[in-house]
């Protein structure tokens, strides 16, 4: 079975632009969450789904972020305008709440440069 | 306060022997959930381990066993055996199982490498 399935795996943009990253969760997983990782930061989770539903973004930096889930296969992050202290990587992981621990499997992450 | 505590920066351990991370938590819920994941140098999150608070038995998966003392709020992770394919990032993180919450928060991490 594929993993969960993230892209672009590089992006390189300019200060000011807009940046959309994409998601693709394990088939069948109800949740979804957002991370973000910095060597300053560690990893900090940034918004998660249920079922397609926003259920927490308390953790979405400002204003400039937002994700959305349209179906169960598929999410997006977008960042818009982009800034120099977005840079990080960006993961994204599914979770399948249906007994046993309900770990979370992560993708392969997506690494963002703000220049 | 930190929820998730990992005192080690960074460990070196030689070859075939044992390893133990340290990770302490802090929570007033009853009910939470242990994970370990792995991130080795080419940057993805491995899930290695899970233990849940009202688990009787120490989890163990294969050569990683998770060392829960409960009234110390401590769940060490222990490698058996270390093998270079070991030398990685370690997370620990917990999770608050309130009703409808499947909120991760992860510590620091331990850096290990393995000494031929």
């Known amino acids: 079975d594929a993993g969960v399935i993230q892209s672009p795996r590089h992006e390189v943009t300019e200060m000011g632009q807009e940046v959309t990253l994409r998601c693709k969760p394990i088939s069948g997983h109800d949740y979804l969450f957002w991370y973000r990782q910095t060597m300053m930061r560690g990893l900090e989770l940034l918004i998660y789904f249920n079922n397609n539903v926003p259920i927490d973004d308390s953790g979405m930096p400002e204003d400039r972020f937002s994700a959305k889930m349209p179906n169960a296969s598929f999410s997006t992050l977008k960042i818009q305008p982009s800034e120099p202290r977005d840079s990080a990587v960006y993961f994204c992981?599914?979770?399948?709440?249906?007994?046993?621990?309900?770990?979370?499997?992560f993708g392969p992450g997506t690494r963002l440069t703000v220049t | 306060a930190q929820k998730i505590t990992q005192t080690q920066p960074g460990m070196f351990v030689q070859e075939k022997e044992a390893v133990t991370l340290d990770c302490t938590y802090d929570?007033?819920?009853?009910?939470?959930?242990l994970f370990w994941y792995k991130q080795p140098s080419s940057g993805e999150m491995i899930f290695l381990i899970y233990q849940g608070s009202y688990d009787q038995q120490n989890a163990t998966e294969g050569r990683y066993s998770l060392n829960f003392q409960k009234a110390r709020k401590s769940a060490n992770l222990v490698i058996s055996a270390s093998q270079l394919g070991d030398s990685a990032m370690y997370f620990c993180?917990?999770?608050?199982?309130?009703?409808?919450?499947?909120?991760?928060?992860f510590g620091t991490g331990t850096r290990l490498t393995i000494i031929p």
């Open positions: 992981a599914s979770s399948l709440s249906a007994g046993g621990s309900y770990e979370q499997y």
């Open positions: 929570t007033s819920d009853p009910s939470y959930g």
């Open positions: 993180a917990m999770r608050e199982r309130d009703f409808g919450n499947e909120k991760l928060t």
